[in-house]
Structures are given as C-alpha cells and as structure tokens.
T-cell receptor, first 116, second 115 residues
Framework: GAVVSQHPSRVICKSGTSVKIECRSL??????MFWYRQFPKQSLMLMAT?????????EQGVEKDKFLINHASLTLSTLTVTSAHPEDSSFYIC????????????FGSGTRLTVV | AQSVTQLDSHVSVSEGTPVLLRCNYSSSYSPSLFWYVQHPNKGLQLLLKYTSAATLVKGINGFEAEFKKSETSFHLTKPSAHMSDAAEYFCVVSSSGGSNYKLTFGKGTLLTVNP
C-alpha cells in the first residue's frame, strides 16, 4: 500500500532558528501534498497545498514567509519553519495524494515540534 | 462549501460493547467521506471511505459506516469494542465539485474503552 514517511518525528529547537520537516512518498508519486497543523486535543488544520513543481497554495491566515513549502519532486515535499517561536510549537502532519482528488490520501506519522 | 460535525467530543464504552461515533456533514457537491483514527502522537490511519459506491462501507478492524444521504450522516460503528480501539477518531469530507479537493476534518471524537 501507499506509504508516506515523515521525518523527524520529534524536534526541539531554539527560538529564532529554522527547522525543516520532510515528507516522502515511498512507493508512489505524489502529485499533491498537504501540510496540516494540529494543536493539542484539536482537529487538523490545513496549512497549505503543494503541487510538484509549482508554488504552494496557503490557507488564509498562514504566513507563507514563515512556513516555507517546497515540492521539488514527485516524492518529496518539505516544510521549513523559519525563525521559530514558542507559539509555533505544534504537531505537523503531511499527507500525499496520487491524483489530487478527494480520496486516496495517505498521511505521514507527524512531527512534534517544540520551540524553546 | 463543506463542513463536518462530530456530535460527540468524547465517547466512553466498556470492552465488548458496541461503539457508535456520530458524524453529520454538509456539502455542495457529491461528497467523499472518510473515517480516520489517530493514536497519541501518531499520524492518521484510514479506517474506511465512502466514494459513491455501496452506502454501507466496511473498514479495517471491524469498523463500518453507513452513508445516509437523507440524514446527511456517516456514523461509524463497531459491534464489540476492544481496548486497542481507544484513540481519537476523525470524520472527514471531501467534495469533488469544482476545484475543491480539500479535506475538511471534524473536531474529532475521543473514544475511551473501559475494561
């Protein structure tokens, strides 16, 4: 079956530094990848949608200069949290779709980011 | 526009008893509906999905859900709860109309299974 690998699973960084999270589709080509943020005991909030080779589409209220998304290949998307602050601490999850339609999504295992 | 309402934020059952997690949706187009499960600090695992085929959908781990268009519901059920079923469950809708392929998540239902 479709597998999405997300790395790292946990990261602790200092305020002001940048952190990169990787999302890889291991056995299929992901034309579209999605990045979500999940606050404790809450649902997932879509941050942005990225299509291979083009700029990501950000949801309203998400700072594109702070959350840099790159989808340079059909198997890899990265989310870079720049100049991280404690309020950026959260659980980030990616998902990948083969075709970009509303089914066939596979989720990564998530990244717990703690900014100290 | 599309939305999902999970009617219960927390459901508690005893091991061996039935599970019912309720979900209502709204969608401007023919929806695809999903149930995902999330264990603590883990990603999401697909339990089952409805994509305009049979209205009664069987998923993994003994779960099933019935799509009822007249009631705009997609409730998740399991005849007998197991301790390992304790987790957070999300009902999700996606509409294929226009260019909107985004997933919209419900707020989640925490399932507790008591011994």
């Amino acid at each position: 079956g479709a597998v999405v690998s997300q790395h790292p699973s946990r990261v602790i960084c200092k305020s002001g530094t940048s952190v990169k999270i990787e999302c890889r589709s291991l056995d299929f080509q992901a034309t579209t990848m999605f990045w979500y943020r999940q606050f404790p005991k809450q649902s997932l909030m879509l941050m942005a949608t990225s299509n291979e080779g083009s700029k990501a589409t950000y949801e309203q209220g998400v700072e594109k200069d702070k959350f840099l998304i790159n989808h340079a290949s059909l198997t890899l998307s990265t989310l870079t949290v720049t100049s991280a602050h404690p309020e950026d601490s959260s659980f980030y999850i990616c998902s990948a779709s083969r075709t970009g339609v509303g089914y066939g999504y596979t989720f990564g295992s998530g990244t717990r980011l703690t900014v100290v | 526009a599309q939305s999902v309402t999970q009617l219960d934020s927390h459901v508690s059952v005893s091991e061996g008893t039935p599970v019912l997690l309720r979900c209502n949706y709204s969608s401007s187009y023919s929806p695809s509906l999903f149930w995902y499960v999330q264990h603590p600090n883990k990603g999401l695992q697909l339990l089952l999905k409805y994509t305009s085929a049979a209205t009664l959908v069987k998923g993994i781990n003994g779960f099933e859900a019935e799509f009822k268009k007249s009631e705009t519901s997609f409730h998740l059920t399991k005849p007998s709860a197991h301790m390992s079923d304790a987790a957070e469950y999300f009902c999700v809708v996606s509409s294929s109309g226009g260019s909107n392929y985004k997933l919209t998540f419900g707020k989640g239902t925490l399932l507790t299974v008591n011994p």
